[in-house]
């Protein structure tokens, strides 16, 4: 089965090209399922080429840009907005290897919502998917309760990751696009 997309997902899609200081757009996201996504290859131990080299390596033949991609994603990232009652929240994801976990905070810090889930990172012709696995909720009011799998289109700008939610075809709802800042590593 192929990835397919609505005109109007299409046309969002090429403007995230454009898009690299988007401002949320939503709070909430649907999920959706890719069942033919192509898992990311993983990177060598041994294989670190300097950030030169990969900025050149995404145009060569034979490059991974998926692994690039997973190694840009390693760290924390951190995203606000407000929610329908209009108080601030505060969103982190923190990447290590294939695992992630999201936790949301309300404007006093206090832990609202938090869930770890697994994933694989795919590629669609030019799209590039996040395919969600294995999520469990490890605190909120559905604390233990464990999702079906996900998939969203991301792409990574410098310091910024965007995610498009609501453009596969199985998804429902209106489109929905998220910004992540990278935090500084702690030293």
């Not at 939503?26 to 041994?46: E, F, I, L, Q, W």
């Not at 407000?82 to 990447?95: F, H, I, L, S, T």
């Not at 006093?108 to 889930?117: D, E, F, K, M, P």
């Amino acid at each position: 089965m192929t990835l397919r997309l609505s005109i109007r997902a299409l046309l969002i899609v090429c403007s995230l090209a454009t898009l690299p200081d988007l401002l949320i757009l939503g709070a909430d996201a649907p999920r959706s399922t890719v069942p033919d996504a192509k898992p990311a290859a993983k990177p060598n131990a041994g294989d670190k080429p300097d950030a030169a080299e990969k900025a050149n390596d995404k145009d060569k033949p034979g490059s991974n840009p998926l692994a690039d991609d997973l190694e840009a994603m390693q760290g924390t990232w951190v995203r606000e907005f407000a929610n329908p009652a209009g108080v601030r929240m505060r969103v982190e994801k923190k990447v290590e290897g294939e695992a992630d976990v999201v936790t949301e905070y309300d404007a006093q810090g206090n832990i609202v919502h938090a869930h770890t889930s697994t994933f694989e990172l795919a590629q669609h012709g030019p799209l590039r998917t996040f395919v969600i696995r294995n999520t469990l909720v490890t605190a909120g009011p559905n604390m233990g309760a464990r999702r079906a799998g996900g998939a969203f289109l991301y792409r990574i700008e410098g310091n910024h990751m965007i995610e498009a939610w609501g453009l596969l075809e199985a998804d429902r709802g209106a489109p929905t696009m998220f910004v992540w800042q990278k935090q500084a590593a702690a030293k």
